[in-house]
């Protein structure tokens, strides 16, 4: 329910896929590399499967319709296992300055737009070779609807093509692109420049204060990135504007 200025209802963006499922590789395994996928290479990716803890699926051609595109391949630090809970951050951190870079914009602009991250490993039977290796995928959308991604990456300057650009639709107020029916459209992307991770009753407190500079109408609803995503570096407080579509 959308609420008038000041007590503003919240929408809270989870940008990671959960990696439970993954399990421990054989102990002396020895590639690390053992079939991993290639930067720039092209899925046709449904929502339940960016969800997933791995993505077995072969590639498509990247000049028909697709929607995810691998931005990052990394290895796996020493010290880190697919169960430790340092995972999720080593993961955000590497896919969020690759996405930076493919859409030449900074964190702020990266939450204007509709664009998102997830992550996957190496299947059990990669793992028992010794796979040691983590895929980020570039995605537009969330995880109810995945739209295609267009052939030019980069966003270019503020305000962004409504193709890309992020709004909010349906009851649960899902993300989508603007250019499809929505109900709020994002006009704001804030830094909060706090140490530690606010709590929710914080947030609401931050949102509700400096929100109001930052939208058109007098609904508005306001977003706030996971504390894994805040420890990888997202900091912003995303602000959306009441639309009329």
Not at 56 to 70: I, L, N, R, W
Not at 172 to 197: E, I, M, P, S
Not at 213 to 235: E, I, L, M, Q
């Amino acid at each position: 329910m959308t609420r008038r200025l000041g007590p503003s209802a919240v929408i809270t963006c989870l940008l990671a896929a959960a990696l439970s499922v993954w399990s421990t590789p054989t102990a002396g395994a020895a590639d690390p590399m053992h079939q991993a996928p290639v930067v720039g290479q092209c899925f046709d990716m449904s929502p339940e499967e960016l969800a997933l803890a791995s993505h077995p699926e072969a590639p498509v051609d990247c000049a028909g319709e697709h929607t995810s595109q691998v931005i990052a391949v990394a290895l796996l630090p020493d010290d880190l296992t697919y169960e430790s809970t340092g995972l999720g951050r080593f993961a955000l951190e590497t896919c969020f300055s690759a996405q930076r870079k493919v859409l030449g914009t900074s964190m702020r602009g990266i939450n204007l737009t509709a664009y998102t991250v997830g992550y996957f490993g190496p299947t059990p039977e990669q793992q028992a070779a010794g796979a040691r290796w983590l895929r980020c995928d570039l995605v537009l959308g969330h995880l109810t609807t995945l739209h295609p991604l267009p052939g030019q990456l980069k966003v270019g300057s503020y305000p962004f093509s409504a193709k890309v650009s992020r709004c909010l639709a349906g009851r649960d107020f899902h993300v989508t692109v603007c250019a499809d029916k929505h109900t709020f459209r994002a006009t704001g992307a804030l830094t909060v420049d706090q140490k530690r991770y606010p709590s929710e009753k914080a947030w609401k407190r931050i949102g509700n204060q400096r929100c109001r500079s930052a939208v058109t109408t007098r609904y508005f609803r306001f977003g706030w990135p996971s504390k894994v995503a805040w420890k990888a570096g997202d900091h912003t407080l995303t602000c959306y504007s009441q639309t009329r579509r």
